[in-house]
């Protein structure tokens, strides 16, 4: 029995070529950044690299691997040596509007999926700096999807890093053995999954066990 997941981004250079991923964000700096990306891809001033080819390109090119996944994605799984900034981290405004959201949030995302509720890092480019000081680094940028990725290239471009590479559908779309060392507790396709969502995956991978056994 095998295990097929469906994530929420499973996009292509292709793809991006046509129309593009869609999303489900309302934000409209999100969508902003989100098309920037897309643009950048579609043009090669990024170059997209799909994970079962990233390894390769990391060591013969020498392209340094940019996880921008938030810290709990993080320590669930990560690529050993790779480099860490979060594009989003947790918001901790606790006025009585944002616990409201927070609230909302919770219901309809977090529970699912055990995000955190989140805003921008508004550091975000300066401690890439801090880690990249040479722009003409080459450097592979990385998320779950894809999608959070492609905003981050848009705002590392615009700050004048012009040797990025955007990881193709994330890690979500690496298979075991695609990258190197693998830290953390979960595979690193996986580590995007939280909340009752994680559970479902759990039962999946038993009942893929069983079928094996049988």
């Known amino acids: 029995m095998a295990i097929q997941l469906n994530h929420l981004y499973p996009y292509t250079p292709h793809q991006l070529r046509t129309k593009g991923p869609t999303t489900h964000f309302r934000s409209s700096l999100f969508r902003v950044h989100a098309i920037s990306g897309k643009e950048l891809i579609q043009s090669g001033k990024v170059r997209a690299v799909e994970p079962k080819e990233a390894a390769m390109v990391m060591k013969a090119e020498e392209y340094m691997l940019l996880d921008i996944r938030p810290e709990w994605e993080r320590e669930k799984a990560r690529v050993s040596g790779s480099l860490h900034v979060p594009l989003f981290v947790e918001d901790m405004d606790n006025s009585i509007v ?4 927070k609230w909302v949030h919770f219901g309809y995302i977090g529970l699912w999926t055990g995000q955190y509720f989140t805003m921008i890092n508004p550091q975000f480019v300066d401690e890439v700096e801090g880690l990249v000081s040479d722009k003409n680094s080459k450097v592979l ?10 905003m981050a290239v848009s705002k590392l471009h615009g700050a004048g890093y012009k040797n990025l590479g955007w990881l193709v559908g994330g890690f979500n779309r690496s298979v075991d053995g695609d990258f190197g060392d693998i830290q953390g507790s979960e595979k690193l396709q996986y580590a995007t999954i939280g909340g009752v969502s994680y559970y479902f995956l759990q039962i999946l991978i ?3 066990a069983v079928g094996k056994d049988s």
Do not use: H, I, P
Request: some cysteine; hydrophobic content about 40%; overall charge positive.
């Open 98 to 101: 944002t616990l409201l959201k």
């Open 141 to 150: 940028v990385s998320c779950g999807e894809g999608l959070r990725s492609l």
């Open 206 to 208: 038993l009942l893929q």
